[in-house]
Nanobody, 116 residues
Framework: QVQLVESGGGLVQPGGSLTLSCAAS????????MGWYRQAPGKQRELVAT???????SYADSVKGRFTISRDNAKNTVYLRMNSLKPEDTAVYYC??????????WGQGTQVTVSS
């Protein structure tokens, strides 16, 4: 089992920045890729960014150039630095971990609201 706890959400003005953190506990050695997803009201959950154990990253087109995902393997923590935030970035952000053998784990989510 892997437990994921997100933090760092909040209210920010358009153009502002936030950094989300996701700390993993439990069978952390089994974690391979980690990622961030988001779900806005009335919409499906969507991929934001992923990072592999080797540091390979991928991003949704909507956040490329604005968001950066990073990972501290020693701390078993993944981060999402969000710059130039837009109102359309408003959503609940969820941390995700994929393990070997294959299982998927989710955090409880953290709210990000971009509004003036």
């Amino acid at each position: 089992q892997v437990q994921l706890v997100e933090s760092g959400g909040g209210l920010v003005q358009p153009g502002g920045s936030l950094t989300l953190s996701c700390a993993a506990s439990g069978r952390r050695s089994s974690i391979n890729a980690m990622g961030w997803y988001r779900q806005a009201p009335g919409k499906q959950r969507e991929l934001v960014a992923t990072i592999t154990s080797g540091g390979g990253t991928s991003y949704a087109d909507s956040v490329k150039g604005r968001f950066t995902i990073s990972r501290d393997n020693a701390k078993n923590t993944v981060y999402l630095r969000m710059n130039s935030l837009k109102p359309e970035d408003t959503a609940v952000y969820y941390c995700n971990a994929a393990t070997i053998p294959f299982s998927i784990y989710w955090g409880q989510g953290t709210q990000v609201t971009v509004s003036s």
